[in-house]
Nanobody, 124 residues
Framework: QVQLVESGGGLVQAGGSLRLSCAAS????????MGWFRQAPGKAREFVAT????????YYANSVKGRFTISRDNAKNTVYLQMNNLKPEDTAVYYC?????????????????WGQGTQVTVSS
């Protein structure tokens, strides 16, 4: 069982930046692909970004490409999401997730463990 705890959310003005962190409980963190998803009120949870177990490959939703960066530090059992040039439409609860597969995936049903989420609110 892997426990994931997100942090770093908050209120920011449009154009600002935030860095989300997701700390994993297990040392086997390095064997999991990791992803970030988000869910806005009244909408389905959507893919944001994913990274392979080694950090060698990353993939992004078109809506965040060029503004968000996913990274990981396997020594610290932590994955990050750097969010720049934030827009009001980025407002959502952000979740990190872990997949036993080492291959990064954009499909939420391929993730085995989820965090509780952290709120990001971008004001205009």
């Amino acid at each position: 069982q892997v426990q994931l705890v997100e942090s770093g959310g908050g209120l920011v003005q449009a154009g600002g930046s935030l860095r989300l962190s997701c700390a994993a409980s297990q040392r086997t963190f390095s064997s999991y692909a990791m992803g970030w998803f988000r869910q806005a009120p009244g909408k389905a949870r959507e893919f944001v970004a994913t990274i392979t177990w080694s950090g060698g490959s990353t993939y992004y939703a078109n809506s965040v490409k060029g503004r968000f960066t996913i990274s990981r530090d396997n020594a610290k059992n932590t994955v990050y999401l750097q969010m720049n040039n934030l827009k009001p439409e980025d407002t959502a609860v952000y979740y990190c997730a872990a997949a036993r597969s080492r291959t990064a995936t954009i499909l939420k049903n391929e993730y085995d463990y989820w965090g509780q989420g952290t709120q990001v609110t971008v004001s205009s």
